[in-house]
């Protein structure tokens, strides 16, 4: 093995047997990363060699396939926290995703230390899983949710965040991407700025983890929170990075099997990090399929790939230049490889409907970020999100097909 790492796009796209499909007639051209991202060939087979060689259940076996089940599981969790570079294995919670990694901090270690008048901060830019879970946060201990600020090209207003800083401030969750512009905040800053005052930290990573690595020592956050679908890994499986000091002073979430060490009707005593979160029979092959995904972007040129992926969203903004009537909603500076953009005369759900036509596939709405939509004041956008295994003939296809839905909309 050399140490040369993979960075050839075509043969990267032969690792993701999905792309090579027509879709109505046309070779598919997936611009729906940002959704979910599709699966290298590797973690298809890592999903199928557990359930045909070594489905069982874990932490419970008295016999051969439990205990390697239970091996393949833990190893995966070592996995992901080199992938993170966590300090233990104990801090990575296996979740369903990005959702239920924010509910389990809203509801243990939010809702056990907030009172009447304390304050959340989050931003104007976030998914609705990192906001509606801290308003019903706020509903049950009085807590008052503070918001950050969106500038008009969609970046952060920072100075306005700096002002909502107060010895109130508890608690502030904030996206590292945001999934409707694309936005690359600075969560580093907003980090410590919240330390400053004492308050702990959340980081929505469901966009960022795909495109760069993430450090969380070096990011000092107390939380961060993604799921395994956008990061090529399957469905149905999620993770809550979480500081020792924390997770063990927090009450558990949800309670049942795998999560107790001794159960009587008198008391029940609470297992160890990491099982005290993860109550009921885990995604043993979710776990499993991700750290195989893992290991597929541990074998890529990842900061090379980064840099293809601005060489892609760089192309989209030439293109919308030079094209009449786009409207480009979210272009701050720092950001990835989103693209939301709207047509003049058109509504973005017919435009989605003819690029599906044309083999292209997007998301319209409003990206599950309806606040941030308001601010804007449209109903969604058009967005088209990029990672590496799109090509520059994909963004140019993708302009071609515009050319034509507006022939024939407008
Ligand atoms: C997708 C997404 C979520 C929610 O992820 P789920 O996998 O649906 O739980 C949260 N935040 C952002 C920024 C996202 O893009």
Redesign the pocket.
């Known amino acids: 093995m050399s140490d040369s790492k993979k960075m050839d796009i075509e043969q990267i796209r032969a690792d993701f047997p999905i792309l090579h499909q027509q879709v109505n007639g046309k070779p598919l051209v997936y611009l729906d990363n940002?959704?979910?991202t599709q699966k290298p060939q590797v973690v298809i087979d890592a999903l199928a060699n557990y359930y045909r060689t070594t489905n069982s259940n874990v932490h419970r076996g008295a016999h051969t396939l439990s205990d390697q089940a239970t091996q393949m599981f833990e190893d995966a969790r070592i996995t992901m926290q080199k992938f993170l570079n966590a300090e233990k294995s104990e801090e990575i919670i296996w979740t369903?995703?990005?959702?239920?990694?924010?509910n389990l901090v809203a509801q243990t270690w939010v809702r056990s230390n907030l009172k009447v008048g304390d304050e959340i901060i989050i931003s104007g830019m976030?998914?609705?899983?990192?906001i509606v879970p801290w308003q019903m946060v706020c509903e049950q201990t009085g807590a008052v949710l503070k918001v950050i600020p969106v500038l008009d090209d969609g970046s952060l207003d920072y100075d306005g965040y700096l002002k909502l800083l107060n010895d109130k401030t508890k608690f502030v969750a904030v996206?590292?991407?945001?999934?409707a512009l694309g936005t690359l905040n600075p969560v580093e800053d907003i980090i410590r700025e919240a330390h400053k005052v004492g308050a702990k930290t959340l980081i929505?990573?469901?966009?960022a983890v795909a495109h760069w690595d993430v450090d969380v020592q070096a990011l000092d956050c107390d939380f961060y929170?993604?799921?395994g679908?956008?990061l090529f890994g399957p469905?149905g499986l999620?993770v809550l990075y979480g500081k020792e000091a924390l997770l063990n002073a927090m009450p558990p979430y949800q309670g049942g099997g795998e999560m107790i060490l001794h159960v009587s009707f008198e008391k029940t005593t609470y297992n160890v990090l990491p099982y005290k979160f993860e109550a009921g029979t885990p995604n043993i092959a979710g776990a499993i399929a991700m750290a195989a995904a893992i290991d597929y972007l541990n074998s890529l040129d990842r900061v090379a790939l980064a840099k293809h992926e601005d060489a892609l969203l760089a192309r989209a903004n030439e293109l919308a230049a030079q094209a009449d009537g786009i409207r480009l909603i979210g272009t701050s500076k720092n950001k990835a490889s989103v693209f939301s953009f709207l047509i003049d005369g058109t509504h973005p759900h017919d435009v989605g409907t003819l690029l599906d036509q044309q083999g292209i596939a997007v998301r319209t709405g409003h990206?599950?970020?309806m606040p941030v939509m308001e601010q804007f004041d449209i109903p969604g956008t058009v967005r088209a999100s990029f990672t590496f295994y799109n090509t520059l003939e994909e963004v140019d296809a993708l302009f071609k097909a515009i050319e034509k839905v507006k022939m024939f909309l407008l």
């Open positions: 940002g959704a979910t369903r995703g990005t959702t239920e990694s924010i976030e998914h609705h899983s990192n996206v590292h991407v945001s999934n929505d990573g469901a966009q929170a993604f799921s679908h956008k469905t999620g990206h599950c970020a």
